[in-house]
């Protein structure tokens, strides 16, 4: 992903997702969001395809860190594991600790990037620091120096905006309809008028979801009418209270089928300068709305590729406008007759992140073949598994598999085995898309099993 030295990975994605919750969000629900972006930091080596420096939240087994660089061609990872404050933040703990901070401060005076999931206020005040550390340090960019607002760049309602600017100069674009609610109330009477009005089904999102997280399809018969439409939102709002987090959005939904490759995405990163650069296309896997993996390296045509990177560079012109920094995606739906529907802009690294820098990493000039990687990051578990358990599921499903189907797999989100609702995450790599699909379906079989 272009950087000239090992990169700087701060796995702050709790933290992210944190700073859009409001102060009376549930506690019990924030608990679990909080635990469920610290597994997903997991992923903080694959934020860039030459990580040197990577800190994350949570301690996986030195083991799955050993299949990793088995796989992967990193020269220099130096793994910083547990780091988390009180409250969860990462940037927080980092600030408190005089000793990894300073390592932070050098990895940057040396030419490392400093690479967060996301702008939150703690990792502007990481780079404040890192930037006076003796004179030398990097410069902040456009809107670091006091942070940069993420809520006016996460945001699906500002991310609609844009793109309705965007899609006038784009070819075969089109852009669903949004209704903006300002209370549940309204929510439920927008949605159940919708639903009235078209026959059809609609999309209820809160502004922040993520992952698909706060994001459900409402059937026509769930909210025929206002009543129906409130106890369904009761029922949503009592199971994740991302659902009471205003605005709501009512939005049409896109009729397309299911699996790959009718969604998509598009990634791209503005530097300090701003220099907008892109960064690669993925196929995405959806499970209803929740996102499961992505495919790079096959699956998407041409003519597609370069529709999403005309829009997405019409949509990064107008961020970096609005003064953001840093990487972005946009997801689209494609339709059964070929029409692109862009739905949402993540203002931070995501899944399909991980999926670009595996391909990079083992794409660089070695052979000339093609490389393919298609990430799984929720193989559910029927039960909880302690990380040995999986450790030995993942050898034997590797020797079983592997060496016949000439895919290697790489361990990614590793620390959700023994939780209440048990995943796990791994990336495939190989040489051709069918085969690599094939080894992937298999090998997430292969990890419910579990007499190895």
């Known amino acids: 992903m272009g950087e000239l030295r090992a990169s700087v990975n701060i796995g702050n994605v709790a933290e992210f997702n944190h700073q859009f919750f409001p102060a009376d969000f549930r506690a019990d629900h924030l608990e679990t969001w909080d635990l469920e972006g610290h597994h997903y930091a997991c992923l903080a080596p694959f934020y860039s395809s030459d990580p040197g420096l990577v800190v994350t939240p949570l301690a996986p087994r030195q083991e799955w860190t050993e299949l990793q660089l088995a796989v992967m061609r990193w020269p220099g990872l130096d793994l910083r594991t547990g780091v988390r404050g009180e409250a969860g933040e990462v940037c927080a703990a980092i600030l408190a600790d005089e000793r990894l901070l300073a390592d932070v401060a050098d990895a940057a005076r040396g030419g490392s990037a400093l690479l967060p999931w996301g702008h939150t206020p703690g990792f502007a005040a990481v780079r404040r620091r890192v930037a006076g550390a003796g004179g030398n340090g990097p410069v902040p960019g456009r809107g670091d120096a006091g942070g940069i607002d993420c809520s006016?760049?996460?945001?699906?309602?500002?991310?609609?905006?844009?793109?309705r600017?965007?899609?006038?100069?784009t070819e075969r674009i089109i852009v669903a309809r949004q209704d903006v609610c300002g209370s549940v109330e309204d929510a439920a009477v927008t949605l159940a008028r919708r639903i009235a009005k078209t026959g059809r089904p609609q999309m209820l999102k809160s502004d922040f979801g993520v992952g698909g997280f706060g994001t459900t399809m409402v059937a026509p018969e769930q909210a025929a009418t206002p009543t129906d439409a409130r106890r369904l939102l009761a029922a949503l709002i009592k199971e994740d209270a991302i659902y009471a987090v205003l605005p709501l959005i009512v939005e049409e939904y896109v009729a397309h089928r299911q699996g790959?490759?009718?969604q998509m995405t598009f990634n791209a990163e503005i530097d300090p300068d701003g220099t907008l650069r892109p960064r690669g296309c993925a196929v995405m896997d959806v499970v209803d709305t929740k996102y499961a993996g992505a495919v790079v390296g096959g699956g998407l045509d041409h003519d597609a590729r370069r529709r999403m990177e005309a829009f997405g560079a019409a949509v990064g012109q107008l961020m970096r406008e609005a003064g953001y920094v840093g990487w972005f995606d946009i997801d689209f739906i494609r339709t059964d007759d070929d029409v692109l529907v862009p739905?949402?802009?993540n203002a931070r690294r995501t899944g399909p992140t991980a999926a670009l820098s595996i391909a990079q990493n083992l794409a660089t000039g070695r052979d000339g073949t093609t490389v393919v990687v298609r990430t799984n990051d929720r193989v559910l578990l029927p039960e909880p598994a302690t990380e040995q358990a999986m450790l030995d599921r993942f050898l034997a499903g590797s020797r079983r598999l592997g060496p016949a189907s000439g895919v290697r797999f790489v361990p990614t989100i590793v620390?959700?085995?023994d939780q209440e609702f048990p995943y796990f995450g791994f990336a495939a790599v190989g040489h051709e898309l069918k085969t690599v699909n094939a080894a992937t379906e298999a090998f997430s079989q292969a990890l419910l099993r579990e007499d190895y």
Request: charged share 25%.
């Open 152 to 163: 006016l760049f996460e945001s699906k309602v500002r991310a609609n905006e844009r793109f």
């Open 165 to 169: 600017i965007a899609a006038a100069a």
């Open 260 to 262: 790959l490759p009718s």
């Open 343 to 345: 739905t949402e802009t």
């Open 415 to 417: 620390t959700a085995t």
